[in-house]
């Protein structure tokens, strides 16, 4: 991970960059500097290995589809003050690339919260905006749709996307953010695997 490359690239497009070392770190900073709001989480690995939801609900009203599932909690998000996720894929060029089924993560870090946070763990880096792409399709969907029990090739073979039409697909919509709509947006870089 080339902290310097990553900063002077999302820093010009318009990103708030913070590294930290470890995900302890990046818990640590969060309990400080997100305090009595409404906190959305999007469908995140990173968040579940962190245990952001058990962390941040002492001292936030947390909304996350994870701990109470269904369409009017992916709907509350909508409200959210703070909404943190991660990334399927990011370029060192100072693109995000993320892949959604309901769309609502996708929705809710470009419009409606006051502040986006993204947590990206070192091992979805990769040098362009092409290879975040096939990262985001070939490497975390697959082992999501896995992760979800569903019966599609990718999650049945785990090895790349097939561009199915399953009805169980998890791909149906792909964003890629080259510049922040949510002017607060800042990208945690943590120098940990974390996540898909």
């Known amino acids: 991970m080339d902290k310097n490359i990553l900063k002077e690239n999302f820093e010009n497009h318009g990103f708030i960059t913070t590294f930290l070392e470890t995900g302890q770190e ?63 894929g990011v370029s060192q060029t100072g693109e995000l690339v993320n892949i959604d089924g309901s769309g609502n993560r996708l929705a809710y870090s470009t419009f409606g919260p006051e502040r986006v946070i993204y947590i990206v763990g070192r091992n979805k880096i990769v040098p362009t905006l092409e290879e975040a792409i096939w990262r985001a399709k070939n490497i975390a969907s697959p082992l999501n749709a896995r992760r979800l029990n569903r019966n599609t090739p990718c999650a049945v073979n785990a090895d790349r996307c097939y561009d199915c039409n399953s009805e169980e697909r998890i791909c149906h919509a792909t964003l890629i953010v080259e510049r922040p709509t949510v002017e607060n947006t800042e990208i945690i870089f943590v120098n940990q695997d974390l996540g898909y």
């Open 26 to 88: 990046v818990v640590e900073y969060l309990k400080e500097s997100v305090n009595n709001t409404v906190v959305g989480i999007g469908g995140s690995v990173t968040a579940t290995d962190l245990d952001l939801y058990t962390v941040l609900r002492d001292t936030n009203t947390v909304i996350w589809h994870y701990v109470s599932n269904g369409m009017d909690t992916r709907k509350a998000s909508s409200h959210s003050t703070v909404y943190i996720l991660s990334a399927n």
